[in-house]
Nanobody, 117 residues
Framework: QVELIESGGGLVQAGGSLSLSCTASGKLLRANTMGWYRQAPGKQREMVATITHTDRTDYDWSLRGRVTISRGNAASTINLQMNNLEPEDTAIYYC???????????WGQGTQVTVSS
């Protein structure tokens, strides 16, 4: 089994910054993709950014330039730096790990990010 623990959400004013972290544990494969998705009230879950085990990154085009995804000191940890936040960025942010046959997906519980205007 795989467990994902997120941290770093909170309340920030528009124009501010936040950093989210996610640590995976359990039966992890070396080849995997981790990433961040978000879901705002009344909207579908959408990709924010992903990073592969070879550090190839992918971003939602609308967020490119404001967010940066990276691996932490441990390969099982990823970080998401978000700058110049807007009220529209308010959502629950979920960590994802994708690995193995399928591939199989694992999700964290989510962390709330609220941006006030």
């Amino acid at each position: 089994q795989v467990e994902l623990i997120e941290s770093g959400g909170g309340l920030v004013q528009a124009g501010g910054s936040l950093s989210l972290s996610c640590t995976a544990s359990g039966k992890l494969l070396r080849a995997n993709t981790m990433g961040w998705y978000r879901q705002a009230p009344g909207k579908q879950r959408e990709m924010v950014a992903t990073i592969t085990h070879t550090d190839r990154t992918d971003y939602d085009w609308s967020l490119r330039g404001r967010v940066t995804i990276s691996r932490g000191n441990a390969a099982s940890t990823i970080n998401l730096q978000m700058n110049n936040l807007e009220p529209e960025d308010t959502a629950i942010y979920y960590c994802l790990l994708r690995q193995g046959i399928g591939p199989r997906e694992y999700w964290g519980q989510g962390t709330q990010v609220t941006v006030s205007s």
